[in-house]
Structure formats: C-alpha cells, structure tokens
C-alpha cells in the first residue's frame, strides 16, 4: 500500500505544480504591464505561458492544452469574442501647432516611446515614429513630415485594439484544417495503409539489412535513411513513412527495454537535422536564401550543401551517441524476422501506386511547384475512395496529433498578430553584442522560440532583423549578415524541445513509446549541442566558403 501511495503522490504533485504555473503564468501578464507590448499581446503572453507549462508538465493531456490554447483564442482575442466583439478605436484628428511646419498637436496619450497609431479602419491601426518636440498640459507637440490635418490617430495607445486587428473566429479554427494538418493526415493515411498491407514490414527488410543486427547500428541506418530523404522531401511526410520501418521492429522488443524509446526518438531527430542539408530541406532554409539573394548575397544549391551537410553529420553522430548513452538497449542483437513477400491484392497493388506517386510528388516539389499539403490530399483521396483504408481504418488514426499541431499553429498565428513574437525579438539590445555573442544570441533566440512557434515563423521573424542591423551598421564593423541569417537558418532546424516543436516530433509522440519528458530531456541537449558547434562553424569553417 505504501508503495503505491509512493508512486501517487508525485503524479499529484506534478498536475498540482502544472495547474498552479499555467494558472499564475496566465495571469502575471494581466496584472503586470510590459512596456511596448499590446493589449492583445499581454494576452497572447499569458495564453503562451499556459500553454508552456502545461505542454512540459502535462498536468492535462498535451492535445488538450491545444483545445485549450485555441478555445482561449476564439474566446479573447477574435473579433467575435466578448473583448473585440463591439470594440472601436478612439480617434482624433491631429491639429497643425501654430506657427511651426510639419508640427502637431496631440494628446498625449496618443503617444509612446514616439510611437503613435494611424487609424486606417475601426479595428485597425499603424504604427508612426514621431520627433517628439514638446508637452504642454496633456498635450505633446511632435513633428512628422507624414502626418496632414486629416489625419485620424488612435487617441488610446493602451486601448484593447490597439496594435492589433482582431482576426476571426475562424482562423483559429481553420488550423484543424491547415495544410501542414493535411500533410499530417496524407501521412497518417499513408502509414495505415502500409500497415495494413505488410508493406511496412517489407520496407524494413530492404532498408536496414546492410546494417546488420545490432540495435546500435540499426538505429544509425533508420537517422541516416531518414535524414537524406528529409533534406530533399518534407520532414513531417518522411517521419510519416519511416515510422511505419520504426512501428514493426517496436513491436518485437520488450516493453522495458530503452530501444523503444530509442527508436521513437531517432527518427523525428534525423528528420529535424537532415532538413538542414539543402536549401529546399525546410521553408527556414528558403527564408535564408531569399533574404540574402534580395541583398546581393546568394547561397547557391551546392555552396547551401558544403556548407550544412557536415554539420548535419556531426550533429546526427552527436544524437546517435547520446542516444546510446542515455537510453542504452538491453537486447544485444536484433535479428528481424519480417516476411518479405508482398501482397500481390488488388487492393495492394493501388496502395503501392498511390504511396509511390505521393512520395515522388512530395521529394519533387521543387520541380513542379505543387505543395506537399495539396499533394497529401492524394491518398487522403486515393485510399478511401477505392476502399484501400475503410472507416474502421479511418476511426483507428492518431486524430489527437492533430489536435496538439493545431494548438501550435493557432499560437503562433497570435504571437505574430499581436506583436508578441516581434516585441520578444526586440527586447534584447543586439548592437552592444560582440561579434561571436551576437551569433550566440541570435542562435539562441531562434533555437527557443523554433520551440513554440514554427520554425517557418522564427526565421521570417529573425531573418528581417538580421538583414536590418546589416544594412543600418548598427551590430559594428566585423557584422557578416550571410554567416548571420545561416546560423538563424540552422537553430531554427534544431528546436525539437517539446511534440509541438516540429511535425516530426508530434508524429513519434504519437506513437506512444516516448513521453514529453523525453523528448525535453534529448531535445534539450541536442540543441545546446547543436548550438555551439553551428558557433563553431559560423566562426571557423563557413568563413572560409561564405566570405
């Protein structure tokens, strides 16, 4: 009895300290005021917060933290909700002080930090930067040669809309249905069907026999499978079909051996790291390459590979190592006894032809220009039409996946909205940084928020202001923006923290083999890992090619 009130009393603990840190984490923003953060931003803040200590301490189920986040959402920040519903943004119509061009008069609570708000609609506004030249009992004379007499600004730089135009409803509904949870869905479909036909079990033979039967080399054949096929194809779709060759060797080893939880976390890392190797591995990889190529400063396909590629091998070699290290197997030997003949059926043969078509749409993307979500609507389309998948099929699919990615998505869209994201960005003085300390800060920055928004949004956030301080002169003389916005680029690929951090991670947790703790345990590391030896190469490797 004592044993099991021992094994009780932590569960509690940790749902009681979950529950308590969301619940204070929602509500500090509330009470406490951020300077230069909106409205709708201290919201979203305390929305982040929550949803932050309850996907890493799980005092609720991961997927339900993502109902929540999007139920908080619809309910406080969207244009339907009781906050925005009948919101209206005060105005008033800037007064041309006497005497003085280009000078007005206006309230000054219309102002902050010399920031003032246009008002371009009822429930929108944009930002102005002023010269401030004088105050004068509640008022504040500024100067702007863009400013005319009927101009409307915001009078309430602390209202509810201000800085923010409230989205509807449907947006944060619509990420359920977004084509990244399509893409999910295509894969799902695609690892069913191969199930259900044995061609899983097949792939597996062909694909890890020249890796012998050693657990260790087994797991270094599916990251190095998978890691190639990420850099030319979707991470999230490669995941997909690589854990139907992970799911049946999982199934022959003991519950209570650590190469189940291996296994499981090999895949979503190979996938993480391999996207890093060439330009069309991951949308941050395009975001670094177009930005440059606007600025003169183009990465060619093959300079992108020479570039990445040995970091993707050090840092592949680095997770197989720690991997063996912290969840060591107790097997020996592995010697898989899969029957390799397949299934010649009907039904077979057009599983075959969908999967086959679906993953040479996806790994030539680049070359016909259709998008891998669309794309996945193949077999989501093909496999039921002709009965391949049947509703049974359909009710077994891991649809609580879907849930947690469209919480991510759905936080995101608000971080970004609402100024949040950006005002994170901001608060920390790039200029006073050090050459080597400005990649590090800027490696960081991208590698933790990579973790809570997507890796797409952290680049298209950070990228812009790479290419700012080099343009303006403002981070000093030795600034190199190439080797800046590629090391943004590749700590944006190596958030993999939390099942919410990257596609790949939430299709393994998916599996049931891992838990968070796991994956923030691992992930951590590795993008510690990651992070100093991108430092490494920024300073002492890619100097030599990029410059």
């Not at 929540?68 to 209206?88: D, K, R």
Request: a negative charge; hydrophobic letters at 55%.
């Amino acid at each position: 009895m004592r044993s099991k009130e021992k094994k009780r009393f932590p569960d509690w603990t940790k749902t009681a300290v979950g529950l308590a840190l969301g619940l204070i984490g929602f509500c500090i923003p509330l009470f406490v005021n951020f300077d230069g953060l909106s409205f709708a931003g201290h919201l979203t803040l305390g929305i982040f917060l929550v949803a932050a200590s309850f996907w890493m301490l799980e005092p609720i189920p991961i997927y339900a933290t993502s109902m929540l986040v999007i139920f908080l959402q619809i309910v406080l920040l969207s244009t339907q909700g009781p906050l925005y519903q009948n919101a209206e943004l005060p105005s008033y119509t800037v007064e041309q002080a006497s005497g003085q061009e280009e000078v007005w008069r206006i309230p000054d609570t219309a102002l902050q930090n010399g920031t003032l708000f246009l008002r371009t609609g009822d429930r929108s506004s944009e930002e102005l930067q002023v010269e401030v030249v004088e105050t004068e009992n509640g008022f504040v004379l500024v100067r702007s040669g863009e400013l005319t007499a009927e101009t409307q600004i915001v009078s309430d730089v602390n209202h509810i809309l201000t800085g923010y135009t409230p989205a509807s409803y449907t947006v944060f509904m619509g990420t359920l249905a977004s084509p990244i949870i399509i893409l999910f869905l295509g894969g799902f479909m695609l690892a069913a069907a191969a199930v259900k036909y044995n061609l899983d079990k097949n792939l597996t033979n062909v694909l890890l026999k020249p890796f012998g039967e050693k657990p260790m080399f087994i797991i270094l054949g599916l990251m190095l499978v998978t890691a190639v096929l990420s850099a030319f194809m979707s991470n999230t779709a490669t995941t997909a079909m690589m854990m139907t060759v992970a799911i049946p060797i999982a199934l022959q080893v003991s519950v209570e051996d650590k190469f189940r939880v291996m296994l499981a976390l090999s895949i979503p890392i190979a996938a993480n790291l391999g996207g890093m190797a060439t330009p069309i591995g991951t949308p941050p990889n395009a975001i670094v390459i177009s930005a440059l190529n606007a600025q003169g400063e183009g990465i060619a396909f093959g300079t992108w590979m020479l570039i990445a590629v040995p970091l993707v091998l050090v840092m592949l070699l680095s997770a197989w190592g720690l991997m063996r290290v912290m969840y060591p197997p107790t097997i020996t030997r592995f010697k898989l006894e899969l029957d390799s003949a397949f299934d010649k059926s009907a039904k077979a043969l057009v599983m075959y032809a969908i999967f086959a078509l679906t993953v040479v749409l996806w790994i030539t993307e680049a070359q016909h220009g259709i998008p891998s979500g669309m794309v996945a609507f193949l077999p989501i389309m093909g496999l039921t039409v002709t009965s391949v998948l049947e509703k049974e099929d359909i009710r077994r699919l891991p649809w609580e996946v879907l849930w947690l990615v469209a919480g991510g998505i759905a936080l995101g869209i608000s971080m970004e909205n609402t100024g949040l994201a950006i005002w994170l960005v901001s608060s920390i003085s790039w200029d006073v940084l050090p050459q080597i300390g400005l990649l590090l800060v800027f490696g960081f920055v991208a590698l933790m928020l990579s973790n809570f928004l997507s890796n797409t949004v952290t680049a298209t956030l950070l990228i812009p202001l790479a290419v700012s301080m080099g343009t303006s002169g403002i981070a000093g003389e030795g600034f190199s923006l190439v080797i800046s916005a590629v090391m943004i680029g590749m700590a944006c690929n190596m958030a993999m923290l939390l099942p919410i951090s990257t596609p790949p991670n939430a299709i393994a947790m998916s599996t049931g083999y891992i838990k968070t703790a796991d994956m923030v345990k691992i992930g951590s590391i590795i993008g510690i890992i990651g992070l100093f030896v991108a430092l490494a190469y920024a300073v002492l490797f890619w100097p030599l090619i990029l410059l």
